[in-house]
């Protein structure tokens, strides 16, 4: 069974590597059978996972519902994380205001067929809501019972001390893996300060860090993969000596790729919890087995050594989702 870790200094203690559950319902131009998404949830409860990662605008609104169901005969023992902050209408980019926070949590919770939403992120950073009216609204929900843990995305460490101070920030989650290692500078050791947990999504790096891609790797118009910079075709080929050095780990060890990106993340600190997403088994299984890959010292500073070297080519983000990311 996978270990457990806890999230910094909050009592919310989860399997080391949680689901993302986005990529069933969003994002990557297909919208996978509701069934056997639910079955898949299911095998990774079994397995040992209770960390599920959805938000309301994932959709919008259909990978909660379906979160929802799967995970409905699991309560108590398993914890769903949601978001809030989009402004689903499309009327504008985001939405933090405290009075918008309150009805998303009264609509996620009927979504999610649960009584308290156990982590509430908000999504984006809004620069039109002071992050303190943010915490506030949270804090309101938290003394109401429907919310118990306040988590923040891809915030800097200014909105994160802020709004630490008006309410605890249990967990931030944002971009974390070897090619994006940019919150290793400030954002580590701010929550390793403040005691707040760290959740990577995309630690496989949007499914590259597999060793699945190369430089003719296409994407569907609708898979939001085709947009970004970094796994451009020219990108793609000059980024292949990551994949590269994991390979080699890996073969060494008798692992995947994706099982070295995934343990090396969890070697970096024992609060800091992945969740790659996946709509196949056979990948929910590999991922799951990266907790028992083990690396030293050495095959670590190896790791770190080697990637220091290799320049990363193409942004994150295309123009407008860059826009979307207000530290």
């Known amino acids: 069974m996978i270990q457990k870790r806890k999230l910094g200094n909050s009592n919310l203690e989860v399997s080391a590597i949680g689901l993302g559950c986005m990529g069933m319902s969003f994002g990557y131009g297909t919208i996978s059978d509701k069934n056997e998404?639910?079955?898949?949830?299911?095998?990774?409860?079994?397995?040992?996972v209770t960390f599920f990662d959805t938000a309301e605008a994932y959709g919008p609104f259909i990978n909660e519902e379906l979160v929802g169901e799967a995970l409905a005969p699991f309560h108590g023992k398993v914890v769903i994380a949601t978001k809030f902050g989009f402004d689903t209408t499309g009327a504008s980019p985001l939405d933090s205001r405290p009075e918008h926070i309150k009805k998303v949590a009264e609509a996620s919770l009927k979504r999610l067929k649960v009584e308290a939403i156990d982590l509430f992120y908000q999504h984006r950073v809004d620069p039109n809501v002071p992050i303190e009216d943010v915490a506030g609204a949270v804090k309101d929900l938290i003394t109401e019972g429907k919310v118990k843990h306040f988590g923040l995305s891809?915030?800097?460490?200014?909105?994160?001390?802020?709004?630490?101070?008006?309410?605890?920030?249990?967990?931030?989650?944002?971009?974390?893996?070897?090619?994006?290692?940019?919150?290793?500078?400030?954002?580590?050791?701010?929550?390793?300060?403040?005691?707040?947990?760290?959740?990577?999504?995309?630690?496989?790096?949007?499914?590259?860090?597999?060793?699945?891609?190369?430089?003719?790797?296409?994407?569907?118009?609708?898979?939001?993969?085709?947009?970004?910079?970094?796994?451009?075709?020219?990108?793609?080929?000059?980024?292949?000596?990551?994949?590269?050095?994991?390979?080699?780990?890996?073969?060494?060890?008798?692992?995947?790729?994706?099982?070295?990106?995934?343990?090396?993340?969890?070697?970096?600190?024992?609060?800091?919890?992945?969740?790659?997403?996946?709509?196949?088994?056979?990948?929910?299984?590999?991922?799951?087995?990266?907790?028992?890959?083990?690396?030293?010292?050495?095959e670590l500073q190896e790791i770190d050594a080697a990637s220091s070297k290799i320049k990363v080519q193409g942004e994150r983000y295309s123009g407008n989702s860059a826009k979307l990311i207000n530290r």
């Open 37 to 48: 998404m639910i079955t898949l949830i299911h095998k990774a409860v079994e397995s040992g």
């Open 154 to 298: 891809e915030a800097g460490v200014h909105t994160i001390r802020r709004a630490h101070k008006v309410q605890p920030v249990t967990a931030l989650q944002s971009e974390y893996s070897l090619w994006w290692r940019e919150p290793e500078e400030e954002i580590l050791p701010v929550l390793e300060e403040l005691g707040i947990g760290f959740v990577p999504f995309s630690p496989l790096g949007k499914g590259f860090l597999t060793g699945k891609m190369d430089q003719n790797t296409t994407f569907d118009s609708k898979d939001f993969r085709s947009t970004v910079p970094r796994l451009s075709s020219e990108n793609l080929k000059a980024n292949l000596s990551f994949v590269d050095l994991l390979t080699q780990v890996a073969k060494r060890k008798n692992v995947t790729p994706a099982q070295i990106a995934i343990a090396w993340l969890l070697a970096q600190k024992p609060w800091i919890v992945p969740i790659p997403g996946t709509t196949k088994l056979d990948r929910l299984y590999e991922n799951l087995d990266s907790g028992t890959v083990t690396l030293s010292k050495e």
